[in-house]
């Protein structure tokens, strides 16, 4: 079956600790999409990729990092430098038109 | 400053009862409007697209509407069942996004249905 795969589900983070989210989609999606969810605020956007080798700054990029080497891979680096990254993060993806956007099921991070 | 907003914050129902969850947005012009369900600790899952041209759409027991005029969208929930309980989301993709899908997110309806 085709869709998004992300691991882990839970993680967590000690301080000063680089840890990394996968999303993994098997829908041949050009592009892809890093969310982060926090209690009560609506799904903010972290890094999103429309082609391989190329990604673009979403609103909350400061202490993150992505990579996009593959169509099918797109990988979240949560940094030291992010200072609150205790959240629920959600990889998506969708076609060219962005008709259809799919969700992968989530990981959970935090700082322990 | 382009926003999504929603009511009410939380909802508690009865099984079998209906029930109405409002949208309003300031984006504009908007290319489409979307309600996806969340539940708890997973992925929101799509339940109604519609573009701005567009009145209604049905799925099963949900059925969205939309207001482009007064910049309000509604789902509306038939007979509730438990698995009802969920976070609602409304979402609005702003037209000439700059060639990608930059997405809008309500913070959500959080709706418990209870027996």
């Known amino acids: 079956d085709g869709g998004i795969t992300q691991s882990p589900k839970y993680l967590f983070r000690k301080e000063g600790q680089n840890v990394t989210l996968s999303c993994e989609q098997n829908l041949n999606h050009d592009a892809m999409y890093w969310y982060r969810q926090d209690p009560g605020q609506g799904l903010r956007l972290i890094y999103y990729s429309q082609i391989v080798n190329d990604f673009q700054k979403g609103d909350i990029a400061e202490g993150y990092s992505v990579s996009r080497e593959k169509k099918e891979s797109f990988p979240l680096t949560v940094t030291s430098a992010q200072k609150n990254p205790t959240a629920f993060y959600l990889c998506?993806?969708?076609?060219?038109?962005?008709?259809?956007?799919?969700f992968g099921e989530g990981s959970w991070l935090t700082v322990v | 400053k382009n926003q999504v907003e929603q009511s009410p914050q939380s909802l508690i129902i009865l099984e079998g009862k209906n029930c109405t969850l409002q949208?309003?947005?300031?984006?504009?012009?908007?290319?489409?409007l979307r309600w996806y369900k969340q539940d708890t600790g997973r992925g929101p899952v799509s339940l109604t697209i519609?573009?701005?041209?567009?009145n209604t759409k049905s799925n099963g027991r949900y059925t969205a509407t939309l207001d482009a005029d007064t910049k309000q969208s509604s789902l509306h929930i038939t007979a509730s069942q438990l698995s009802d309980s969920a976070s609602y989301i409304c979402v609005v993709s702003p037209m000439f996004s700059g060639g990608y899908n930059k997405l809008i997110f309500g913070a959500g309806t959080r709706l418990a249905v209870h027996p």
């Open positions: 519609m573009t701005f041209s567009e």
């Open positions: 998506a993806s969708t076609t060219a038109s962005g008709n259809t956007i799919y």
């Open positions: 949208c309003n947005y300031t984006v504009s012009p908007f290319s489409n």
